[in-house]
């Protein structure tokens, strides 16, 4: 039935645009595609109601809603996703240190107390400079010096630029920590505080989750969040619009609500990257914290107000 | 255009939480907190249909979503006879079916449709539903001219004729990672006219494309009272291809094990090779030395 | 007796917090996020360094014909042999997850400095297993002939490593050409031990860590590290097995001379490692070199500086000062100095990220070792000394063969 075949045709481009069916997790196709062969059909079809009110069949692969991907396999999450290069630039001209982005971060991937894989620094570059709170994740360098130095691959740069820990290998020599020169890293250094039931799950490279005593941690960009089509928790908790999260193949970045053309961006708002000089070829850019209309001391206020917040909860 | 009486109708429950809402405050804690549904339909790509719902609750002044929530469809009323499907809020308090053949009858019986959603009275909720109506709606993208999309939106009338829809608010784009790029970069806004049609001029040059050139755009329609959800496709080759620089294969410091660098191998092996070849030697010659004792 | 005892003691309340370590965590320890290496690693470093006076008196002395110091060999590679073992244990209890230590082997990335590192101790405790065994040989029959020793519950012991030792010439050539060709092999074993050690930090962009120096920066402080060990060692057991015949106040008088050497070598790596930066004071390194200098570890820094390079090259250049006691308190004032210095080396840049130390908890700003981390480095080494003591109880201290052979040779 031609309606089918433009059915079929038409849904897998209409999977992606949902972000609704499972995108396959070997997938070789490129991403301008529509036609996501990797999405392997079941033979299982399903009749469907079309909106012209005709029965039509789809197969069961390309319908599934569903709320949570499956983790994906280690050697998968080694690998990464294909044809994919992410890369995250930050507003720090938006910024009033809310905190949002640390606290959804910390919810999501479970982080221990009082460790924040996000951190929201007061900078001042010079003493006559602008204060400014600069949000900082892992900047996935395209030259992990934390890579480099790990002895047993637990820490790995994948092909679409993330770079992973993999909790069941690595021994805790915290020789990444110190290689380190952005202090993103965090160690476990007693049991986390997490359930027991969530202690007890398989260890997902892509979730991160859950963290174990005795091995390192830092943001992982999200890459469960990713391949489902969504956006990082931070990108997505940030009320001011901070974050943009994209794929530098495909050129464009977006916060949830905006999206620009990265290089666009980058060249109109004179983004750069943090400690360009080291050589460690970052995959987070800033943009200078220009045309702002609030005081830098509104954030100081902020984080006094939570201080006593947490001050007044633990009491 | 909001018809009063869909105001009435979609405003209905979100009258009777408020009502809810303030009665609960003026109980203590341990009452039951109010549900707020907003069913959604949404039309694929003028193919496949879904009824939605997003599932909020009002905790300390902020809405916030509702996972793990059991949510029933029903199309045009809500007897067993009308329901569409079942499902679960996922972690952001959304759930989507798609509708059944079993439902065709009733769809093509008339073209403009309510769509309910209704949960179960729960521990923490009482029972609750909310209507939404819909008609059949479809949205095409024309791009004849050169570099010039015309993005029209339609909807079946009573004659089921399609009919333009006008002040239809939508997106037009670059299908990305999570977003859409706009086709321009000053900030448009695209409402349908009383043709319901939107032109929209893609501005983006030598836009990242795939191998061959070809981008996909896309026309997307959120949650309009009048449509419902709708988003179409369409692959244009006005793209620029620019292949990717990958170093995940070649031999780097920060390679896995396998991509050790050649030059690193060849160093750490001649050395261990060296030297454990002496203390080889070595230990050989304790044994030879032990030989010649025992002998 | 005495010793051993105190020695058993501190060893064995060191395991106790390891126990307390493996169970609860690195929590117990006061390293944090940002003072992640802490005095393990500083002992780690301290160790390595200390084993590389095995090479320097027994093979660097041996291959340039030096004889005065062949009844120093034996202490320094059993000081050698001791140290490395601790090395590599302080090591596994720096590691969070040391159930996982074979994953070093299976996975071992060759990129990793880290990997370097297990290669060449590895290969370094070996050598220096063999540079002990190989002058060992002839002296076994000497322990088993003896008529009343002390060790004659260890003859089983004794036969099976060396009862096929019957002073043949041929044995004799075979031993003789092992132990030459273990020490051409052992300097550069030894000088990437300590090297790669140092590349540990000088692989990483922290200031204080971010130097070329690195490497002869390190080397030279083991070398000198090590001989104050000897003089150390000299002087306890000339004094507790009363050897004054064969370690004459001209070996100390000796060793002296070699201390002040090494130390003004050190001394001279630590003006050029700590001068230049400081000359330019880039933004990164400003911080860390005043808190040196003249801020929070100031105090420690000077000390390490006066009681481990300066005071000992000032006593040990007269006469007088390079008799045996005075000798032995500026060796100890070398150990000791060394210590801290490793310490100094480690803990202050961490404490000088290039970002500022924010959204921590207040506890991550400082370090000081909890009583845990204490513990265990002095069991450590606690535990080094005893196994040189142990050593030291079952195999002659000074090698017996080869001191009779240079006696004769020397009256000949």
């Known amino acids: 039935m031609k309606q089918n075949d433009n059915g079929r045709r038409e849904f897998l481009a209409a999977g992606l645009t949902a972000g609704l069916a499972a995108i396959g997790c070997n997938s070789k196709s490129d991403v301008f595609t529509p036609e996501d062969a990797a999405v392997k059909p079941t033979g299982k079809m399903v009749k469907l109601l079309s909106s012209d009110g005709e029965v039509i069949e789809v197969d069961e692969a390309f319908l599934k809603p569903v709320p949570d991907l499956p983790p994906v396999p280690n050697a998968v999450a080694r690998h990464g996703i294909e044809g994919k290069k992410f890369v995250m630039v930050i507003d720090l001209s938006r910024c009033k240190n809310l905190k949002k982005c640390q606290s959804a971060c910390n919810h999501m991937h479970h982080v221990h107390t009082d460790q924040n894989w996000i951190k929201v620094y007061p900078m001042q570059d010079a003493d006559k400079t602008a204060p400014y709170w600069q949000p900082t994740t892992c900047m996935h360098c395209d030259e992990p010096p934390c890579v480099k130095v790990c002895p047993v691959d637990a820490t790995f740069k994948r092909k679409d630029g993330i770079v992973l820990i993999d909790s069941d290998r690595c021994i805790g020599c915290r020789f990444c920590m110190a290689a380190c020169p952005y202090s993103t890293r965090v160690f476990n250094w007693e049991e986390p505080d997490i359930t027991k039931e969530l202690a007890a799950q398989p260890y997902s490279c892509e979730s991160s989750i859950p963290q174990k005593k005795g091995t390192v941690g830092k943001c992982d960009f999200c890459p469960d969040m990713v391949r489902q089509g969504s956006l990082p928790h931070c990108v997505s908790a940030c009320p001011n619009g901070v974050f943009f999260f994209g794929d530098m193949n495909e050129d464009s970045v977006t916060n949830g609500a905006d999206t620009f053309r990265f290089s666009d961006l980058i060249r109109d708002k004179a983004g750069y990257r943090l400690m360009e000089d080291l050589g460690t070829k970052p995959s987070v850019y800033y943009l200078p914290p220009v045309n702002r209309n609030f005081p830098f001391e509104n954030g100081m206020e902020a984080e006094r107000e939570r201080e006593a917040e947490k001050a007044k909860k633990s009491s | ?295 | 007796m005495i010793w051993t005892g105190i020695l058993l003691v501190l060893a064995a309340f060191g395991a106790f917090a390891y126990f307390l370590q493996l169970k609860d965590g690195l929590v117990v320890t006061h390293m944090r996020d940002y003072v992640s290496w802490g005095i393990y690693i500083s002992n780690f470093v301290f160790f390595v360094a200390i084993s590389l006076v095995g090479s320097l008196i027994t093979a660097v002395f041996r291959l340039v014909d030096v004889h005065w110091s062949t009844p120093l060999t034996r202490i320094a590679e059993i000081i050698a042999v001791s140290a490395i073992v601790f090395a590599s244990l302080i090591i596994v209890v720096d590691m969070g997850r040391p159930d996982r230590f074979y994953n070093l082997f299976i996975y071992g990335r060759l990129q990793s400095p880290i990997m370097w590192d297990v290669i060449v101790i590895g290969t370094y405790f070996f050598i220096s297993l063999l540079l002990l065994y190989f002058p060992l040989l002839p002296d076994i029959k000497f322990l088993l002939t003896a008529k009343d020793s002390a060790t004659k519950g260890w003859n089983k012991f004794y036969r099976a490593i060396g009862g096929f030792w019957k002073d043949t010439p041929e044995q004799h050539r075979i031993a003789n050409r092992g132990i030459a060709i273990l020490c051409i092999t052992i300097i550069p074993v030894a000088f990437s031990i300590h090297t790669v050690t140092s590349w540990l930090f000088a692989t990483t962009y922290r200031p204080g860590w971010d130097s070329t120096n690195f490497g002869a920066y390190f080397i030279s402080g083991a070398f000198l590290v090590g001989s104050g060990a000897v003089l150390v060692a000299m002087y306890v057991f000339r004094d507790a097995y009363k050897l004054q015949r064969y370690i004459t106040e001209e070996h100390f008088d000796k060793m002296s001379k070699i201390v002040v050497l090494l130390a003004l070598l050190y001394l001279y790596f630590n003006i050029n490692e700590y001068l230049v930066p400081a000359f330019k004071m880039k933004k990164p390194e400003e911080a860390h070199l005043l808190e040196l200098f003249t801020g929070e570890f100031a105090p420690l820094f000077w000390f390490a500086i006066f009681t481990g390079m300066m005071i000992p090259i000032f006593i040990l250049l007269f006469k007088k000062g390079r008799k045996p006691l005075p000798a032995f308190i500026a060796g100890v004032m070398v150990v000791v100095g060394a210590w801290f210095k490793r310490y100094l080396i480690v803990t202050p840049t961490l404490l000088h990220p290039f970002l500022p130390m924010h959204d921590v908890p207040k506890s991550y700003l400082h370090y000081f070792p909890s009583w845990q981390e204490w513990a265990i480095a002095i069991g450590s080494l606690a535990g080094a000394l005893l196994v040189i003591t142990f050593f030291a109880r079952i195999f002659p201290i000074i090698p017996i063969q080869e001191t009779l052979t240079e006696q004769h040779e020397k009256a000949a």
Request: with cysteine; aromatic share 8%.
């Open chain 2, 1 to 295: 255009m909001k018809r009063p009486l869909d105001i009435l109708k979609r405003s209905a429950p979100i009258l009777l939480a408020l009502g809810c809402s303030a009665m609960a405050m003026a109980q203590d804690s341990s009452a039951k907190k109010t549900l707020l549904l907003t069913p959604i339909y949404t039309t694929v790509n003028n193919q496949v249909q879904y009824a939605g719902v997003r599932a909020k609750t009002k905790i300390e002044k902020k809405f916030q979503p509702v996972p793990q929530l059991a949510v029933s469809f029903f199309l045009d009323g809500s007897d067993a006879k009308n329901l569409v499907g079942k499902a679960v809020t996922n972690a952001k308090g959304e759930a989507m079916v798609p509708f059944t053949p079993s439902m065709q009858e009733r769809f093509n019986a008339t073209t403009a449709h309510t769509l309910t959603a209704s949960a179960e009275a729960t521990k923490e909720f009482d029972a609750s539903s909310a209507d939404a109506a819909f008609s059949r709606s479809k949205i095409t993208i024309d791009t004849a001219d050169g570099r010039t999309l015309v993005v029209t939106i339609t909807k079946m009338n009573d004659k089921k004729d399609w009919v333009p829809v006008k002040d239809v608010e939508l997106k037009v784009g670059v299908r990305r990672q999570a977003s859409l790029l706009p086709v321009s970069a000053d900030d448009a806004t695209y409402t349908t006219d009383s043709l319901g049609q939107v032109t929209a001029e893609f501005k983006r040059d030598s836009l990242a494309a795939g191998p061959k050139g070809q981008l996909i755009l896309a026309a997307v329609v959120e949650e309009n009272d009048a449509v419902g959800s709708l988003s179409v496709e369409k692959s244009v080759p006005w793209g620029k291809y620019v292949a990717p620089v990958d170093n995940f294969d070649r031999r780097t410091l920060f390679a896995t094990r396998q991509k050790t660098p050649v030059w690193l191998l060849f160093m750490a092996y001649s050395i261990i090779i060296a030297v454990w070849g002496v203390i080889i030697y070595l230990v050989r010659s304790v044994f030879r030395i032990k030989k010649i004792g025992m002998a």
